[in-house]
């Protein structure tokens, strides 16, 4: 059974940074792209960063472009993403989502993955 764990999330002053962890388990992440998406109160869900298998093709929204940083392992099954410079604006839940797509700017759009994780708080405030 396909299983996605996020973790990392926290609260934290703005300007600050925090990197959030996408663990993968029952099945190898190597064949699929991981998005990550988020939803803050009020708000429809939003499409953060998506990679591609290899880690070679990446896409952001450009409300977190040159501020977040999306990488992998496929080794530990896991994928990251690294928020610096956190606005308020970026308070949410963060979700990871994974399936057999390609890393595109409409899959961050349609949010069209088959998987995805509980989700993991990130609250920017001072």
């Known amino acids: 059974q396909l299983q996605l764990v996020e973790s990392g999330g926290d609260l934290v002053q703005p300007g600050g940074s925090l990197r959030l962890s996408c663990v993968a388990s029952g099945f190898t992440l190597d064949y699929y792209a991981i998005g990550w998406f988020r939803q803050a109160p009020g708000k429809e869900r939003e499409g953060v960063s998506c990679?591609?298998?290899?880690?070679?093709?990446?896409n952001y929204a450009d409300s977190v472009q040159g501020r977040f940083t999306i990488s992998r392992d496929n080794a530990n099954n896991t994928v990251y993403l690294q928020m610096n410079s956190l606005k308020p604006e970026d308070t949410a839940v963060y979700y990871c989502?994974?399936?057999?797509?390609?890393?595109?700017?409409?899959?961050?759009?349609?949010?069209?993955?088959?998987?995805w994780g509980q989700g993991t708080q990130v609250t920017v405030s001072s």
């Open positions: 989502a994974a399936d057999t797509v390609a890393c595109t700017w409409h899959i961050l759009i349609s949010a069209d993955f088959s998987s």
């Open positions: 990679i591609g298998t290899s880690g070679d093709s990446t």
